[in-house]
């Protein structure tokens, strides 16, 4: 995650995305993640 936020940043300081994507993108990726179970073995 911290990466994904980190390239999202980069972006935004350079002007070529919007904070709301940003948010947006950050959001839709805890949703998909919001599901899984958590494995003890891994």
Not at 8 to 27: A, K, N, P
Request: aromatic letters at 4%; charged letters at 35%.
């Amino acid at each position: 995650m911290v990466e994904i936020d980190a390239i999202g940043e980069r972006r935004f300081s350079e002007g070529t995305c919007d904070i709301r994507e940003i948010q947006r993108t950050l959001m839709e990726l805890l949703n998909h993640l919001d599901g899984f179970d958590e494995l003890g073995k891994v």
